[in-house]
């Protein structure tokens, strides 16, 4: 079964950054846009940001000017580098297929962005 295995997240302060890494089967990775996905507390998981195959990205708003979505498609690697993190990024990150999960989610990885 496909899996994916999100890793990197943590605790940091607000203006912090963290740098996210999603390890994804090959056959699938090589073939897919990939996004990255998060879940606050309380709230629906929601698209951050999202990298086509040929490097083409979108953001969500939210993470505009922030946040940064790369792949390494040697490596079958996804990649969100977060700047100015603020602790309204507080979630659980995840990354599947974008823009529509179509995968198994993984465990995610918890950021935490606090004083």
């Known amino acids: 079964q496909v899996q994916l295995v999100e890793s990197g997240g943590g605790l940091v302060q607000p203006g912090g950054s963290l740098r996210l890494s999603c390890a994804a089967p090959?056959?699938?990775?090589?073939?897919?846009?990939m996004g990255w996905y998060r879940q606050a507390p309380g709230k629906q998981r929601e698209l951050v940001a999202a990298i086509a195959t040929g490097g083409r990205t979108n953001y969500a708003d939210s993470v505009k000017g922030r946040f940064t979505i790369s792949r390494d498609n040697a490596k079958n690697t996804l990649y969100l580098q977060m700047n100015s993190l603020k602790p309204e990024d507080t979630a659980v990150y995840y990354c599947?297929?974008?823009?529509?999960?179509?995968?198994?989610w993984g465990q995610g990885t918890q950021v935490t962005v606090s004083s």
């Open positions: 599947n297929t974008g823009p529509r999960a179509t995968l198994k």
């Open positions: 090959g056959i699938i990775f090589s073939i897919s846009t």
